[in-house]
């Protein structure tokens, strides 16, 4: 009877074992590539054409809504310091790259220098040059009062509590229309303040929600923009939630706290 026999296999050469070696180097080097790759797209794309922010506070309600993520353009000023990502937005350089000079009306988002280069959003109020005066809720540039209309109440939490607060929509010179709340009326601690004297190279720059706003006038902590330190423009709503009252692994509170009308809502 014949015999089967399983033969033992050959001992592997050091030439196999120096290929694979070899090839499992080529793929680890491919990947890195791909990631750094994807990296610096990533990244380029950040710096040249878009950022996304998120808005932790209401600052800018009712035109900015906590919990709303937002695009911010990098193109429309130019570029400069702001620019770039941390740490390099601290680099001792001035001026800007193909700068365009802001508009009155624009929401912008800086650097505020006096809290530690964090992000900033507010809308631009005043010029280069310009008086900016606050008068009982009024805001006077130039001497002129900015022209207002009454719109009603709206739903807001003010220091930790919701209430109803006056809503305005408010007219810039130049055309540029918004609506603004305010939650102490128009004798708050912020709605008489001034004169400021916009300094040249700067602007001058307020909250939407006229009390619950850390910004130009509050000079300690604020004071008016560089325009070295200006981000960016903000563009447009990509998505927004409302947390407020949830936590995060409540799930089944997740389709109730989606803002679906302020999906892809333009920003201004």
Not at 62 to 81: A, N
Not at 192 to 206: E, Q
Not at 223 to 243: C, E, H, L, Y
Request: some cysteine; hydrophobic content about 40%; charged content about 25%.
């Amino acid at each position: 009877m014949e015999s089967t026999h399983d033969p033992q296999p050959a001992p592997q050469s050091s030439e196999a074992t120096s290929e694979r070696s070899e090839r499992s180097q080529n793929e680890f080097a491919s990947l890195a590539m791909i990631a750094l790759l994807a990296l610096g797209l990533a990244l380029f794309v950040r710096i040249i054409f878009v950022q996304p922010y998120n808005i932790p506070s209401a600052s800018m309600a009712p035109t900015l809504l906590t919990g709303d993520f937002i695009l911010v353009g990098k193109s429309p000023y130019g570029y400069s310091r702001a620019s770039l990502v941390w740490p390099f937005t601290r680099l001792p350089v001035h001026g800007r790259l193909l700068a365009s000079k802001p508009k009155r009306g624009d929401i912008i988002v800086f650097k505020n220098k006096k809290d530690g280069n964090r992000d900033y959003i507010k809308r631009i109020i005043g010029l280069p040059g310009e008086e900016i005066r606050l008068l009982e809720g009024r805001v006077l540039i130039d001497g002129g009062v900015l022209a207002r209309d009454f719109l009603g109440t709206n739903r807001a939490t003010c220091d930790g509590q919701q209430r109803d607060v006056p809503i305005w929509r408010e007219s810039l010179p130049n055309g540029v229309t918004y609506v603004v709340q305010e939650c102490a009326g128009d004798d708050g601690r912020l709605d008489t303040k001034g004169p400021y004297r916009v300094p040249t190279g700067h602007y001058f720059v307020m909250g939407d929600n006229r009390d619950q706003s850390q910004d130009s006038r509050v000079t300690a902590y604020v004071g008016t923009v560089p325009f070295d330190d200006i981000v960016g423009k903000a563009d447009r709503i990509i998505i927004s939630i409302n947390g407020a009252g949830r936590a995060p692994w409540q799930v089944w509170a997740w389709p109730s706290a989606f803002r679906g009308a302020r999906v892809l809502k333009p920003v201004n």
